[in-house]
């Protein structure tokens, strides 16, 4: 099905081609980084983690986020999400090869890579979540292949698969479980470590991913004869409203938590990202961003009227997805390490090149899903002439 | 004199045993489970170090000399003043940073923004060793002491995130491009993997003290295994009031620092002393 992805219109190859382009920068980049070492980024002995890991770490969610089709359609029969199904566990794989590509780019000895199947270490949350990333990976592959092979071939898929599918339910919400453990299972990070992060993390992706695939369909139905329905684009508003009034309640309990208890390490943390410490204020202007981008997606999505005109939910969309990448792609993994553990506050931010290599790698996410998209249409016979 | 030496030369025995078996990583989750974070250091050799900081506080070149020996004996590149890039096996942070947790408001002047002396603590229960997703640092059982091993680690840095004490560097750029004139005998590390201090275990193995030991002329540290009752560092932490960084966290450091100050009250203020035997009829 594959040469499905390689015949197009200029169009189609005008884009394929600017995505190939951002990532031959970010390639030519990316080899300085292996040529030089991560010091071409902004990470230093302090702030050791930054874009790449908060990149990777959002980007699981929008990975895990593919449940809130599937779950829905196999496990509750709610044929409305029939044509969406496959648009989600595309933007998975999508999303899984990005974030494995993100961690690629963030290892100190990447040609070292294979020790950690070498020297399988349990007691590591690192090693559960490269089992979790990888087996999720493969499940989505696998899945979306046979259950598409069976409709070009206008049969039911077989009756194999659909265990597999069931599994692929729990494997997501672990996938973004075990992430959020990577974090908040660490003594020396207190502002990591609190028993709402893998929740909050699970919330804020059942939001995020279902805004961007609202926004993903509405690209793809303006561009072909794909229809993804009214009924179902009605359904994942809702998810996302239920998923955001839920992330902005935990994320509220939090800063309650913190700032009443009063305790000096967890407070310095929050004061860092929404007023800055020692005049470093580098997040704040983030922050509030998100925070103002967050009350907007509310106010459009509770209200019934603008959650359903398509013109409304597109800003509450591209305003949910903004909001929560801010504060998980930027703001949660660097306040994790200002003020450092000896009290310091240092400053981050991504350089150039870092900045490059990543937007590459979104390019290349972004060239997988218009490939796989492309497939799933064309067995469907729904590609514009 | 005599007995001290022959005891250590008997530890850096075991220890050099240990090296030998280190080929045999063994996973640290038995030291994960739920310990009581006060409780002595588990059996065996445990090697543990005491830092007198009030003898730092009367030597305020020796801490210089401390890290300087410890960065030349290990090849630890100086990138001067760029604290990006930096490589710091030892080094010095005043003494309120160094005990950042805790507060010292009305402290003696003369600890009053000490530089004092921040190392790998070579925790009982090391948070770093835990999350090491290929086993390239841990714990070696023999004497405690937290290794690391440069040809395995994958530079993921999740060890330096999961360090409470920020005792761990990571190789942003080439070391050997900084190291003018490296020391033959102790190798060199390569762009992209996390390193540390190892409490000088290849010196140990040749039946020396740790650099940074060996340097101090008065005791100013002191180097030994806590788990013989009658070790210098077992006898001195019996006399003495010592801190160690962070003990809450329950990684229960092997580092201690002293604090007190081992003159009577009659030394440091006699006109205090001959008040109380004024009013109160004591001598």
């Given at each position: 099905m594959l040469e499905k992805a390689l015949t197009g219109t200029r169009t189609y190859w005008i884009w394929i081609f600017f995505l190939l382009a951002i990532m031959g920068a970010g390639a030519a980049a990316w080899f300085w980084q292996l040529n030089?070492?991560?010091?071409?980024?902004?990470?230093?002995?302090?702030?050791?983690?930054?874009?790449?890991?908060?990149?990777?770490?959002?980007?699981?969610?929008?990975?895990?986020?593919?449940?809130?089709?599937?779950?829905?359609?196999?496990?509750?029969?709610?044929?409305?999400?029939?044509?969406?199904?496959?648009?989600?566990?595309?933007?998975?794989?999508?999303?899984?090869?990005?974030?494995?590509?993100f961690i690629f780019v963030d290892m100190g000895r990447p040609d070292r890579i294979f020790n950690v199947f070498l020297y399988p270490t349990p007691h590591s949350m690192m090693f559960w979540d490269t089992v979790a990333l990888g087996g999720y990976l493969v499940l989505n592959i696998l899945i979306s292949r046979v259950t598409l092979s069976s409709e070009r071939r206008g049969e039911p898929p077989p009756s194999w698969i659909k265990p597999v599918i069931l599994l692929s339910i729990p494997w997501a919400v672990s996938i973004h479980t075990v992430t959020a453990f990577l974090y908040s299972g660490l003594a020396a990070r207190p502002f990591w470590m609190t028993a709402i992060l893998a929740p909050r993390f699970l919330a804020s992706a059942f939001a995020a991913g279902p805004a961007l695939l609202i926004l993903l369909a509405f690209v793809v139905r303006r561009l072909t004869k794909f229809d993804p329905g009214k009924e179902a684009i009605n359904k994942l508003a809702e998810i996302v409203t239920y998923a955001m009034i839920i992330n902005v309640f935990f994320v509220l309990m939090e800063v309650f938590t913190a700032l009443y208890s009063n305790i000096p390490e967890h407070i310095h943390h929050f004061e860092f990202l929404f007023t800055g410490i020692e005049g470093n204020t580098t997040m704040a202007?983030?922050?509030?961003?998100?925070?103002?981008?967050?009350?907007?997606?509310?106010?459009?999505?509770?209200?019934?009227?603008?959650r359903r005109a398509e013109s409304t939910l597109i800003i509450g969309c591209i305003a949910v997805f903004g909001s929560l990448w801010i504060d998980k792609g930027l703001g949660m993994v660097i306040a994790g390490f200002v003020p450092s553990p000896l009290g310091k506050v240092v400053s981050y931010t991504p350089t150039i090149p870092e900045l490059t290599i990543s937007l590459a790698i979104y390019a290349m996410g972004l060239l997988i899903v218009t490939g796989l998209y492309k497939i799933a249409l064309e067995v469907r016979g729904q590609i514009k002439a | 004199m005599d007995g001290s030496r022959r005891k250590f030369l008997k530890l850096a025995g075991l220890t050099a045993l240990g090296a030998a078996g280190a080929s045999s990583i063994k996973a640290t989750a038995s030291s994960g489970a739920a310990a009581d974070h006060d409780a002595?250091?588990?059996?065996?050799?445990?090697?543990?170090?005491?830092?007198?900081?009030?003898?730092?506080?009367?030597?305020?070149?020796?801490?210089?000399?401390?890290?300087?020996?410890?960065?030349?004996?290990?090849?630890?590149?100086?990138?001067?003043?760029?604290?990006?890039?930096?490589?710091?096996?030892?080094?010095?942070?005043?003494?309120?940073?160094?005990?950042?947790?805790?507060?010292?408001?009305?402290?003696?002047?003369?600890?009053?923004?000490?530089?004092?002396?921040?190392?790998?603590?070579?925790?009982?229960?090391?948070?770093?060793?835990?999350?090491?997703?290929?086993?390239?640092?841990?714990?070696?059982?023999?004497?405690?002491?937290?290794?690391?091993?440069?040809?395995?680690?994958?530079?993921?840095?999740?060890?330096?995130?999961?360090?409470?004490?920020?005792?761990?560097?990571f190789n942003y750029m080439d070391p050997r491009r900084i190291l003018d004139d490296p020391t033959i005998d102790y190798p060199t590390r390569m762009r992209g993997v996390v390193e540390k201090c190892t409490f000088c275990e290849e010196r140990l193995a040749r039946g020396l003290q740790p650099a940074c030991v060996e340097v101090c002329t008065n005791d100013e540290i002191v180097f030994g295994d806590i788990n013989d009752p009658h070790s210098k560092v077992r006898e001195i932490l019996t006399e003495r009031m010592a801190i160690r960084r962070k003990p809450g966290l329950g990684t229960r450091p092997e580092v201690y620092y002293i604090i007190d100050d081992p003159r009577t009250l009659q030394e440091v203020a006699p006109a205090a002393v001959v008040e109380v035997t004024e009013e109160g009829g004591h001598a």
């Open positions: 030089v070492g991560l010091t071409i980024t902004g990470l230093s002995r302090d702030v050791v983690w930054g874009f790449y890991i908060a990149q990777f770490t959002f980007l699981v969610g929008v990975a895990a986020s593919a449940v809130m089709v599937v779950l829905p359609y196999y496990l509750h029969n709610y044929k409305a999400f029939g044509k969406m199904t496959i648009l989600g566990e595309f933007l998975a794989i999508a999303a899984v090869i990005m974030c494995m590509s202007p983030w922050m509030w961003l998100s925070v103002i981008l967050a009350i907007v997606a509310l106010v459009i999505l509770i209200n019934p009227t603008t | 002595p250091s588990t059996d065996g050799v445990r090697l543990a170090m005491v830092i007198d900081l009030r003898k730092f506080a009367k030597n305020d070149a020796l801490v210089e000399r401390c890290i300087e020996a410890c960065h030349r004996t290990h090849n630890v590149p100086d990138f001067g003043d760029d604290e990006k890039n930096a490589i710091k096996w030892i080094w010095a942070d005043d003494f309120e940073t160094a005990f950042h947790s805790q507060e010292f408001h009305f402290i003696r002047e003369d600890l009053k923004g000490k530089p004092t002396l921040l190392l790998c603590n070579h925790c009982d229960n090391p948070p770093c060793t835990r999350v090491c997703p290929t086993q390239a640092t841990w714990r070696r059982e023999s004497d405690g002491i937290v290794m690391m091993d440069w040809h395995r680690c994958i530079g993921c840095r999740y060890c330096v995130v999961a360090c409470p004490y920020g005792s761990r560097s």
